[in-house]
């Protein structure tokens, strides 16, 4: 929900269990209590998709027996798998652009365990005006950083189980080329295409590639997207990272992005997600300010995770039993 | 586990069967072991360990996957 300041501190004064994300100036006022927080201007609200830097979206973690928070660096961000509940929720922010957040996007598939234990989060980031910085606030503390992780371990009763799911509005078309990396990298030179190697920037613009659809590949059946962020000096730069033994598509076009949303929010079924966040790109992409997407109200992200970092998709997290 | 969802999840494994769950994390689980048996088929039996314990750990999200691959 997006509420004012006076609100979000009286939750946090009741000593409720919080998720907050809202631009530093707003952040930066809060009281230390159960919360942690990123940044971005941007959100879903219940009204529709809106830029603000008067509210703060907050979710209320009513169902968690307790939490601990913990703070991470770039050389022990895997011990998420090893310090959350055994029967839990781990919420995870962290910020763009810093080394932590490049260390997860290259590594995170191949840590053990991580499929193990629910992972949600997302990448805080700022206005794209370029003002302001990407941070994350562990709320115990009252602290913010611009280059650790904060992690929420959520704590569930005995019964309860979260499941991280996901809306893609994106897929591939079989008959398109196959798309293979030597390396797990958010920046590339070179690729091979149905085998051949190739320099993958030259590939896009002789193919005309619009650069506004993701790299989407397959995990059976479930399609994780990979963004493009630039071309420069023949080189392709990546939102989140690509994997070398992955096999990779462009994603094939969609015409009207809150449509298709609605389509795969009705086949997704998922009634009441404790939080949801969505991509900066599908925001601007498919021009959802404005636009309502319910039940999915959140921040929208720099990037967003489910287990591993993704890009321009919906991620969300329900809790069963 | 039962047998016929032990063989099948075997055979999901090889790619002799196809199953996509509506779970997330299984599918990505599924892609990550069927890669490790195609790299080496000896890991088949670490594979089918760690689906079995992933299943295991969340019977309230497995029960219709379990259903399901039963039902193959």
Known sequence: MLITLEETVALINEGKILHIA???????????????????????????????????????IGVAEDIRVAVYGKYNIFQIVEECYDNGLTMLIIPYGSQVAAKYAKEAPEVEELLMHPVIG??????????????????????????RAVAMYLKLPEGKTAMVNMINIFSDDKTDPIIRFNENDLSVEKCSVNGQEINFAEYIEK???????????????????????????????????????????????????????????????AHAPVFSCNCILNYLYGDLNGKKIPPYAGPVTFG?????????????????? | ????????????????????????????????????????????EACMKEMDEFLAKYPIVAKVDLANIAAL
């Not at chain 1, 940044?39 to 998709?49: A, N, R, S």
């Not at chain 1, 730069?237 to 015409?255: E, H, K, L, M, Q």
């Not at chain 2, 990550?32 to 000896?42: G, H, S, Y």
């Open chain 2, 1 to 44: 586990m039962d047998a016929v969802v032990q063989e099948n999840l075997k055979k999901i494994l090889g790619g002799e069967l196809k199953y996509t769950s509506a779970n997330l994390a299984f599918n990505m689980l599924i892609s990550k072991m069927q890669k490790r048996v195609q790299a080496d088929p000896a890991n088949a």
């Open chain 1, 207 to 269: 193919k005309g590639i619009d650069t506004k659809m993701p790299l989407v590949a397959d995990y059976n059946g479930s399609y994780i997207n990979t963004s493009i962020k630039s071309i420069e000096n023949g080189r392709v730069n990546f939102y989140a990272s690509v994997f070398r033994n992955i096999d990779y598509r462009f994603a094939t076009d969609v015409g009207d992005y809150a449509a298709e949303f609605r389509k795969r929010i009705d086949a997704a079924e």
């Open chain 1, 122 to 147: 997302w990448i805080s980031g700022l206005s794209l005006d370029g003002t302001g910085e990407a941070r994350v606030y562990d709320g115990t503390t009252g602290k913010y950083y611009t280059d």
């Open chain 1, 304 to 321: 967003e995770v489910a287990y591993q970092l993704i890009n321009q998709t919906l991620v969300y997290c329900e809790i069963l039993g």
């Open chain 1, 22 to 60: 809202a631009d530093e100036s707003l952040l930066d006022k809060l009281p230390k209590g159960k919360w942690i927080g990123g940044t971005t201007p941007y959100f879903i609200g219940e009204e529709g998709g809106i830029y603000t830097k008067e509210k703060l979206f907050v979710n209320e």
